[in-house]
């Protein structure tokens, strides 16, 4: 026979005659000891699981976060490469017309600078 409320009043009150026997207690106590047991053990393997899922999202931060500091590094030295190159792409330019311009002058047979003709608007020989 299962004791129930009146088995628990029994037991902490002495005026009642309890409704079952001390052993059907000791075995429902016994039996709530052993599922008390089980949950509390349930409880630690899952604060396990929880525990190990932290530390592998932490790590996959961590992760996350060293590919995007590589990313930012890559596209850093991707813009200075790009910027250099421009660079040098003006500079050939640049002298790639003056060449042409100095050409173009001794064809012409006029080895002066433009500012050493007197029409020009820098004044020049005159």
Do not use: F, W
Not at 54 to 82: C, K, N, P
Not at 84 to 102: A, G, L, P, Y
């Amino acid at each position: 026979m299962k004791c129930g409320a009146g088995a628990r009043r029994a037991v902490t009150d002495d005026h009642q005659t309890p409704s079952c026997d001390q052993s059907d207690i000791v075995a429902r106590l016994d039996e709530l000891d052993g599922r008390l047991t089980d949950l509390e053990a349930a409880v630690q393997a899952l604060r396990g699981y929880v525990g190990g899922r932290r530390g592998a999202v932490a790590s996959v931060g961590r992760r996350a976060d060293a590919a995007l500091a590589a990313v930012d590094r890559i596209e850093r030295d991707r813009q200075e490469r790009t910027t250099k190159h421009d660079r040098q792409e003006r500079t050939t330019e640049h002298n790639r017309q003056e060449r042409t311009t100095e050409h173009d002058r001794q064809d012409t047979g006029d080895t002066d600078s433009p500012d050493d003709h007197p029409d020009s608007t820098g004044g020049g020989k005159r």
